[in-house]
T-cell receptor, first 113, second 115 residues
Framework: AAGVIQSPRHLIKEKRETATLKCYPI?????VYWYQQGPGQDPQFLIS???????DKGSIPDRFSAQQFSDYHSELNMSSLELGDSALYFC????????????FGPGTRLTVT | AQSVTQPDIHITVSEGASLELRCNYS??????LFWYVQSPGQGLQLLLK??????LVQGIKGFEAEFKRSQSSFNLRKPSVHWSDAAEYFC?????????????FGKGTHLIIQP
């Protein structure tokens, strides 16, 4: 079965640079969620989108923005990167807005040097 | 706001012994509850979930969990652990309101298996 696809899987950036992470949901899923997991930490919810509209917002920094496109894929844009942004970024998708049917992708590991 | 507490940061169990990982949640209504497992540097794998019905839930890899409303708990159990079960385990709670709400995770329990 098709799963959530995230790209790139690994990314290395320097401080103050920008990064863009991409998420391709499971086919026919219209809702996307982003999470950040710092080293040794639990995943923290950042933001979600349903039908290209922002649905719920968590602890997303102002330097980050995200959007969902007409094909339902989503991009997380991160600017003015800081060392503390080094983390594993997960995307999840669901067939409709639902907190109990989220399928997680493998994650993108971002390292800021 | 919902919250999850996993009281045990580390647990060490001998291979073949039984396991119970504790999880307590705080939520105003009946929550959606989940257990995920994560190996180092890897993604999150869903072990099991509860959102209604039978309070004893069976999951993958021989895991089960029991929802106890009176204790606000959703403890994970396995009768006999294998060395491959060594990993980080996260309990999570989701809102039951039907929106695209994010899950709230506990801090995790690191499971160590002794030979």
């Amino acid at each position: 079965a098709a799963g959530v696809i995230q790209s790139p899987r690994h990314l290395i950036k320097e401080k103050r640079e920008t990064a863009t992470l991409k998420c391709y949901p499971i086919p026919r899923h219209d809702t996307v969620y982003w999470y950040q997991q710092g080293p040794g930490q639990d995943p923290q919810f950042l933001i979600s989108f349903y039908e290209k509209m922002q649905s719920d917002k968590g602890s997303i920094p102002d330097r980050f923005s995200a959007q969902q496109f007409s094909d339902y894929h989503s991009e997380l844009n991160m600017s003015s990167l800081e060392l503390g942004d080094s983390a594993l970024y997960f995307c999840a998708s669901s067939k409709r807005p639902s907190s109990h049917e989220q399928y997680f992708g493998p994650g993108t590991r971002l390292t800021v040097t | 706001a919902q919250s999850v507490t996993q009281p045990d940061i580390h647990i060490t169990v001998s291979e073949g012994a039984s396991l119970e990982l504790r999880c307590n949640y705080s939520y105003g209504a009946t929550p959606y509850l989940f257990w995920y497992v994560q190996s180092p540097g890897q993604g999150l794998q869903l072990l099991l979930k509860y959102f209604s019905g039978d309070t004893l839930v069976q999951g993958i890899k021989g895991f089960e969990a029991e929802f106890k409303r009176s204790q606000s708990s959703f403890n994970l159990r396995k009768p006999s652990v294998h060395w491959s079960d060594a990993a980080e385990y996260f309990c999570a709670v989701g809102a039951s309101g039907g929106g695209a709400d994010g899950l709230t995770f506990g801090k995790g329990t690191h499971l160590i298996i002794q030979p």
